[in-house]
């Protein structure tokens, strides 16, 4: 188990900031009305920028990018097994595998772009 210790001032910073997050989210959508519109343009937005349902990934193991709803990032995934009753893997930078649910793909060849992390 990692310990980490952090002062009580930069604690309370902390939980101002996620407060604060939490408050502006429910302000600018503050029904799930609101928060779905976001969510389809953002999704809509990546499509534009050429990632593809994940129904559509190549299904021989190999690796490809891939976005999970609810993450920030990109990742490496592949997808283990015989379509559909396989499942989508997430790798890291040292060989660990954990199961995902990616919902868009984009091959590896085509590189995410400025700003993105892979």
Not at 4 to 24: P, Y
Not at 45 to 51: E, I, N, Q, T
Not at 60 to 88: K, Q, R
Not at 92 to 116: F, N, T
Request: with cysteine.
């Amino acid at each position: 188990m990692i310990s980490v210790n952090i002062a009580a001032m930069d604690f309370e910073s902390v939980l101002r900031d996620i407060k604060q997050a939490r408050t502006n989210r429910a302000s600018a959508m503050p029904t799930e009305k609101e928060a779905l519109a976001v969510m389809f343009e953002a999704f809509t937005r990546l499509k534009d920028l050429g990632w593809k349902n994940i129904i559509y990934c190549p299904k021989d193991g190999s690796l490809f990018h891939a976005i999970e709803a609810g993450c920030t990032g990109i990742g490496i995934a592949s997808y283990d097994g015989e379509w559909p009753n396989g499942h989508w893997w997430m790798h890291d930078d040292i060989g660990d595998l954990w199961p995902s649910e990616p919902i868009l793909w984009k091959p590896i060849e085509q590189q995410p772009a400025q700003g993105e992390s892979s």
